[in-house]
């Protein structure tokens, strides 16, 4: 598929999940293409190179995020922060159409971190902060636990690793979002314990169609209800070693 095409499917798509794309949008999706495929080519940044691919599976797949956390929610300054955000997703697309968000990328990756810093830097991104962290530390730390009005995740961990991940960086009355494939109900009921223990609540888990893929998406969405005990992030690699159950 062309890179015209690969736009139309975008456009499309976003219209399908209720988001209307214009032209100062789809020139950042291009630029973010282009950096994308051309730092892809020294380092391995994703798989996925083709322009249907980045612009359905990458951009839309991120914007899908929309169908949980209304944009209404992300254009009145709200911090998120994008945990294991790897190239950005879903943290930039949805930075791209709601540019009022507050932005925190978090990535452990040092290649990914200096693709992230480039990127935020040559599309002009204001309120962007790339952090090369990992999440169990940054969760201990004053400046960002329980900071955040919402946590993402896509692609990271099951779900009981990863509610330890981002339920602690939430404040209370904050929401955690994960974005899962056709096993999120059985990843959902599993973290059940672990989700209570860190103070959450699971809220609903949302399906999401998007055009182009076969297969159905589904967002978690968590409550911060309560605060999470300082026993919790345990230390680095403990949460993936021995999940919570």
């Known amino acids: 598929m062309s890179s015209e095409h690969a736009r139309h499917a975008l456009v499309e798509g976003a219209r399908g999940l209720g988001i209307s794309l214009n032209e100062r949008h789809l020139s950042a999706f291009e630029t973010y293409h282009h950096e994308l495929i051309d730092w892809n080519q020294r380092f391995n940044l994703t798989a996925v190179t083709d322009p249907e691919g980045v612009y359905v599976r990458h951009f839309l797949d991120s914007l899908s995020c929309l169908k949980a956390v209304p944009s209404s929610e992300l254009a009145t300054g709200a911090r998120v922060i994008d945990v294991g ?13 709601c540019p009022d ?13 200096r693709f992230l810093a480039h990127l ?7 309120r962007v902060a790339v952090l090369h962290e990992r999440a169990e530390e940054l969760g201990r730390a004053s400046r960002h636990r329980e900071q955040y009005d919402w946590a993402l995740a896509r692609a990271v ?6 509610a330890e991940y981002l339920l602690p960086l939430v404040r209370v009355g904050g929401g955690v979002l994960a974005q899962k494939g056709e ?9 059940t314990a672990a989700i209570r223990t860190l103070g959450g609540r699971v809220r609903r888990l949302v399906p999401v169609e998007i055009r182009g893929l076969a297969e159905t998406r589904y967002l978690v969405v968590l409550d911060k209800v309560a605060a999470t005990s300082d026993r919790y992030p345990r230390r680095t690699g403990v949460p993936s070693k021995r999940p919570l159950s």
């Open 101 to 113: 968000m507050r932005l925190t990328l978090l990535e452990a990756t040092g290649k990914k971190v």
């Open 85 to 97: 955000s790897g190239a950005g997703f879903p943290g930039l697309p949805l930075k791209i159409v």
């Open 183 to 191: 096993r999120a109900a059985a990843e959902v009921q599993e973290a």
């Open 120 to 126: 935020v830097a040559t599309m002009g991104l204001e």
């Open 157 to 162: 961990a099951e779900m009981p690793v990863l």
